[in-house]
Nanobody, 126 residues
Framework: EVQLVESGGGSVQAGGSLRLSCTVS????????MGWFRQAPGKEREGVSC????????VYGDSVKGRFTISRDNAKNTLYLQMNSLKPEDTGMYYCAAAPRRWVPPPLFQSAYSYWGQGTQVTVSS
């Protein structure tokens, strides 16, 4: 059974940093584009960032450009999201997801993704 397990969420003050991780099992990791999505209370889930199978291309949502960095380690089957200069509006549940195919560029739309994690909560206080 494919599993995506997020970790690294927590509560921080505005301006702080967090690093999210997503460990993937039972999936040929480097055959998949990977993405991070988030859902704030009362809002729809939105794309945060995504990355190609070989880290050759990344895409970021407008609200996180210049503050967040996505990366992956195929040897460890792990996806990362470094989040700096966090703002209260970054609060939400963060999900990692896997999109089959070696997409280029990577897709930042949810329908491309076949597998999803359970999420990790990020709370940013002002």
């Amino acid at each position: 059974e494919v599993q995506l397990v997020e970790s690294g969420g927590g509560s921080v003050q505005a301006g702080g940093s967090l690093r999210l991780s997503c460990t993937v099992s039972e999936l040929t990791f480097d055959d998949y584009a990977m993405g991070w999505f988030r859902q704030a209370p009362g809002k729809e889930r939105e794309g945060v960032s995504c990355i190609t199978w070989n880290s050759g291309s990344t895409v970021y949502g407008d609200s996180v450009k210049g503050r967040f960095t996505i990366s992956r380690d195929n040897a460890k089957n792990t996806l990362y999201l470094q989040m700096n200069s966090l703002k209260p509006e970054d609060t939400g549940m963060y999900y990692c997801a896997a999109a089959p195919r070696r997409w280029v560029p990577p897709p930042l739309f949810q329908s491309a993704y076949s597998y999803w994690g359970q999420g990790t909560q990020v709370t940013v206080s002002s």
